[in-house]
């Protein structure tokens, strides 16, 4: 399986603390009309930790429905516990459209690296899905390293790295460790253009939630070698970018998204709503950005 462009961690719509499916149909029709490459329900951005597993099933079989395999889907089955990572992802896996997992380090158990890798390689043994490995030590506090990444990279079932450390020298060194391997993405707007540039295949963004077609056409003009119009694109994302995280994500997304009348802004706690001055502060962000691809 090859992962190449943006794909979008898409942000999960609720309404009186329910999912809003009819929201989230109309969100995956708005990316896909925006030409994003891929999908991805149920990580950090899409509120998984604070939705039950009933929950998290609806969304992704709602992302598979609305899609339609019009773009590959991957969906987030992480945790901290390898067996129960096991037998969710299992689960998942019997949603025919499901075409990846995406699997976040463990957290709070602080496994060392042989940990680390004893649980990705069971999870893409038993898994029954390939897997996409999601390092993010800012929410983790425990980090693949690329020695480890590069120890994994030749097992068949693990296909890619969402990488979130924001980190170049990291990136590069993990790049330098897999080869042709794993597809490298980035997993910070910030650093999606730069990490191309290097070697790497794409990202999963938070800020094609908002503007799927300035994030794709960035990546296709990146891997395409257009490396002015991918400066260009990259500039122009980076107030968005800055905007989505002045405050805990997904908050500034929804409430943005809300103020186009896309969905409520809903977040579930610990997060809660934006105050008045965040949202005029994203109010003059919006006001100000050109959605224009």
């Known amino acids: ?25 109309a969100l995956v029709e708005r990316q896909i009309a925006g030409g994003i490459h891929g999908l991805v329900p ?4 899409g509120e998984a930790a604070t939705m039950s597993e009933a929950e ?41 459209g499901v075409h990846a997992a ?30 996409v490995l999601y390092n993010v030590p800012g929410r983790t506090v425990t980090s693949l390293t690329p ?19 924001g980190d170049l020298k990291f990136d590069t060194e993990v790049i330098a460790e897999v080869g ?5 993405l980035s997993g910070d707007d910030f650093t999606t253009f730069p990490l191309i540039a290097c070697g790497g295949n794409g990202c999963i963004s938070v800020v094609s939630n908002l503007d799927p077609a300035a994030m794709s056409q960035l990546c296709e003009a990146a891997l ?11 500039l122009k994302i980076q107030p968005l970018a800055r905007a989505l995280f002045s ?26 709503e934006a105050s008045d001055a965040q949202r005029a502060k994203l109010g003059e962000v919006l006001k100000d950005y050109n959605f224009e691809g």
Request: include cysteine.
């Open 42 to 45: 149920c990580g950090t951005t």
């Open 247 to 272: 405050a805990p994500n997904p908050m500034p997304t929804k409430t943005i998204a809300a103020m186009l009348d896309w969905c409520a802004p809903e977040v579930r706690g610990p997060l809660y």
């Open 147 to 165: 020695a480890t990444v590069g120890r994994l990279a030749p097992h068949e079932n693990i296909v890619a790295i969402k990488e979130a450390t």
């Open 224 to 234: 395409n070698g257009d490396y002015a119009r991918a400066r260009q694109l990259h």
């Open 180 to 184: 042709e391997q794993l597809s490298v």
């Open 56 to 96: 998290q099933l609806l969304v992704i079989r709602t992302v598979v429905e609305a899609a339609d395999g019009r773009v590959p889907i991957i969906a987030g089955t992480g945790s901290n516990d390898t067996k129960k990572t096991i037998a969710y992802t299992r689960k998942v896996a019997q949603i025919e």
């Open 1 to 25: 399986m090859e992962i190449r462009g943006a794909y979008t961690a898409l942000i999960t719509p609720f309404r009186n603390d329910e999912v809003d499916v009819q929201a989230l149909k």
């Open 102 to 131: 995406l699997v976040v380090v463990p957290y709070y158990n602080k496994p060392d690296q042989e940990g680390l890798y004893r649980h990705f390689t069971s999870v893409a043994d038993q898994g029954n899905l390939p897997v």
